[in-house]
């Protein structure tokens, strides 16, 4: 057999293109003739438009049209989602102001810098209504809304005899901020109509075939006429995950203007159209008896949503599952405000949700007089507690122990405020990390051309993790070919349809698809070869045949050699091609299936100025199979970035008196620089997984984060005594 290509770290097949400005991303696609779109948005957070004068801005010069509701086309599928996953969008179908920055216009002229001049022209009146954007003056109205993606609640045992049980208690409130996404690409769209209703779309997105869906019903045409193209998504992190109202714009002012329109949102308007993570109050009450075991976990969330949608912050799902304990209940309620609807943010719902949680486990560490690995292996699951499954598989003990061996746990003092470096605190904290191991439906096609080459197709998308990378490693070891004789392909709803690149799925999904078309391109060769009686191979069963370096040969004598290129030759030259449509691995439904980490932070603080700095961070990651080591440790490292900036930086502020963000552009929120961030180490468990899906990989885009803003916290606390328990950590919460 040929070397395996899975695993090692290979450099990234795309990196030339992207580092030499080759590669084109949505927003640089060469179009003729293509106008530009401006988005207007409103002043107000609710109300109505009372008056909206466009004169001057329909005569500036190059403006080819002002849309707004006076003039919108029409939409039939408005009010219809496909999915739980859409958000509701707002396209000038009424004169309603739903919150502060609502699109209330699309301006389009012949440039960008008309199209901007003109934007300015456009004159609006409103008519206001009382609003809010305070989270704590609604919580007393928190609700459960009436459907969700997931179960809302959980109730395992009895929470009221496990608190009563407990000889020690935690019960406490974490909140954690509303914060934006800020991929570096902005969100883009160019539309262009065709005869006979049909669109092509060149889109920043997650999922182009969840845009294609979506346009389609919105627009009330067959999905088949509507063709997404996606090459390149420089960073979507959430945020690029739906199919947002930008892209219906651009093509309504495409119907307009008889033109194909570029719409690319700005900085500022990326903090307002796009989504966001919502800000969660978690109350969180743990109970242990005298020897540390858990008698108690309730976590109870609140999060917030717009007024004309929901979206809920899932934050109490990993603590269903994470430790033994047999009373546990979760509660996930929503308060309604007037601002856009948050959306999926890089781990949504484990990363606000194990800041409360892990940080309740270290103060009961405290508590307890325990060390807080201790405390998390005396209450260690061996099996999903919540489903009462088997682990598919679970390396989280070797995560503490390789993780605390790689940082040194063994030489920290307990004591808070024992550890120093001349003026500056130390102090050490860790925490557990979790992400769910997802596998959704995935097709995939594969051809071996003439030359023995071979192209893979998958539709899917490469939203800067290395999908076109770990794609053609996972293609070459299952043809046995090298890496430069495969080319894989993706990014297009022409080619076989795949799932959101979301829920660190991608690898599992559409890799697991991609691989089992390798191999059934590989049967069919072998099955032309044994009915070929001028093949060596004639007459062999298919299991007394095997693959190495582009080429079959018998088991029994490797002598007896078909290379690929000569029986694609001799079947008439033409490629042979498989094309697979693969679902959900059978034996996952019998397993529960998740990947688990140990992060270990040391702070250094400024007793004087308040001052927070990261010194030293490792991660320990059990995550099946890693694909790329190289591409997972860069997954993994920029998530614990993430996981510093939820921690110390990130804060999306929204000015309570207009409901406008004041935070909007990268010089007012944020996040992590050079600076903030030291070495970060990273430890990787060799795990096998074989029931979890096809290629054994739990995906690493999400974990990273998770558990890091906890670890943090605690570090923070070790180090002053003081626990913070309202992210971000900033100066003003240690003076």
């Not at 990234?12 to 948005?41: M, Q, S, Y």
């Not at 959430?238 to 199919?243: R, T, V």
């Not at 003092?413 to 990390?433: E, F």
């Not at 001052?611 to 591409?631: D, E, P």
Request: glycine share 8%; hydrophobic share 40%; net charge positive.
């Amino acid at each position: 057999m040929s070397a395996s290509n899975v695993g090692k770290g290979i450099d990234r097949i795309d990196a030339r293109l992207k580092v030499t400005g080759k590669a084109v991303f949505p927003a640089e696609t060469g179009v003729a003739n293509v106008a530009h779109a401006v988005v207007v948005t409103s002043t107000i957070a609710r109300g109505r438009i009372t008056t909206f004068d466009a004169r001057e801005a329909e005569r500036a010069p190059g403006v080819l049209s002002v849309m707004s509701h006076l003039n919108a086309p029409k939409l039939p599928g408005i009010d219809k989602k496909t999915s739980p996953n859409d958000r509701a969008h707002q396209l000038f179908q009424d004169d309603a102001v739903r919150f502060n920055d609502q699109p209330i216009a699309v301006v389009v002229a012949d440039t960008l810098e008309r199209a901007r001049h003109a934007a300015r022209l456009v004159v609006v009146r409103y008519a206001g209504s009382a609003s809010t954007v305070d989270m704590t003056a609604e919580l007393p109205r928190a609700y459960k809304p009436a459907t969700s993606r997931f179960e809302l609640d959980s109730n395992r045992g009895d929470r009221e005899a496990g608190l009563a049980a407990a000889k020690v208690r935690v019960e406490q409130t974490y909140t954690t901020p509303t914060e934006h996404h800020n991929p570096m690409e902005p969100h883009a769209a160019i539309a262009i109509w065709h005869a006979g209703d049909r669109a092509t779309l060149y889109v920043t997105t997650q999922g182009i075939f969840a845009v294609r869906d979506r346009f389609a019903l919105l627009f009330g045409i067959p999905k088949e006429n509507v063709r997404v193209i996606s090459h390149y998504v420089g960073g979507g992190f959430g945020c690029k995950g739906s199919p947002w109202s930008y892209i219906a714009m651009a093509a309504m002012a495409a119907k307009l203007t008889g033109r194909g329109v570029k719409l690319v949102l700005s900085r500022q308007q990326m903090f307002s159209l796009v989504g966001h993570r919502s800000h969660t109050v978690q109350k969180v009450a743990l109970g242990a008896d005298a020897n540390g075991k858990l008698t108690v976990i309730a976590h109870d969330v609140i999060s917030a949503t717009s007024r004309v949608d929901e979206f809920v912050e899932p934050a109490a799902l990993q603590t269903r599952k994470l430790y033994a304990c047999p009373n546990v209940s979760t509660s996930h309620r929503l308060v309604r405000l007037d601002i856009p609807t948050p959306t999926f943010t890089r781990a949504p719902g484990e990363a606000p949700g194990t800041f409360a949680l892990e940080s309740a486990m270290d103060e009961l560490a405290y508590a307890l007089g325990l060390d807080p690995i201790e405390l998390r292996l005396r209450n260690y699951a061996d099996e999903d507690p919540d489903e009462k499954k088997p682990w598919s598989s679970k390396s989280l003990r070797d995560c503490y122990r390789r993780g605390a061996e790689q940082f040194g746990w063994s030489r920290r003092t307990a004591a808070p405020r024992s550890m120093r470096d001349g003026r500056w605190l130390v102090g050490w904290g860790m925490a557990t990390a979790t992400y769910p191991a997802h596998q959704r439906a995935a097709s995939a096609i594969a051809r071996v051309r003439a030359d023995g080459s071979a192209l893979v197709q998958a539709g899917s998308q490469d939203i800067g993790t290395g999908t076109y990378t770990i794609m053609t490693q996972i293609a070459a070891d299952a043809l046995t070919l090298p890496l430069d004789q495969v080319r894989f392909e993706l990014g297009d709803t022409a080619l076989p349809e795949t799932p959101n690149s979301g829920g660190s799925s991608t690898a599992a999904s559409v890799g697991s698809a991609v691989k089992m078309a390798g191999l059934a391109v590989r049967k069919k060769l072998a099955e032309a070869a044994a009915a070929d009686p001028r093949s060596p191979l004639h007459g062999l069963a298919l299991d007394a045949i095997d693959a190495a370096d582009g080429a079959l040969f018998a088991k029994a004598d490797r002598a007896r050699r078909d290379p690929f290129a000569a029986i694609v030759a001799r079947s008439g030259g033409r490629e042979i091609v498989a094309k697979v449509d693969n679902r959900e691995k059978a034996d996952r439904k019998r397993y529960a299936t998740h990947s688990f980490g140990a992060q270990f932070a040391e702070v250094k603080v400024d007793e004087e100025l308040g001052v927070v700095r990261v010194s030293r961070f490792v991660g320990a990651f059990a995550a099946g199979t890693i694909l790329n080591a190289k591409t997972a440790a860069s997954q993994l490292q920029g998530g614990i970035i993430w996981g510093i900036g939820l921690a110390l930086h990130e804060h999306t502020w929204r000015d309570e008196r207009s409901g406008r963000i004041a935070t909007r552009d990268l010089a007012d929120y944020h996040v992590p620089v050079h600076a903030d961030v030291p070495r970060i180490e990273i430890v990787t468990v060799d795990e096998v997984d074989p029931y979890v899906n096809e290629v054994g990989a739990k995906g690493v885009g999400e974990i990273g984060i998770t558990g890091v803003g906890a670890a943090i916290a605690n570090a923070v606390y070790h180090a002053t005594g003081r626990r913070i328990r309202d992210l971000p950590i900033t100066p003003d919460k240690l003076l």
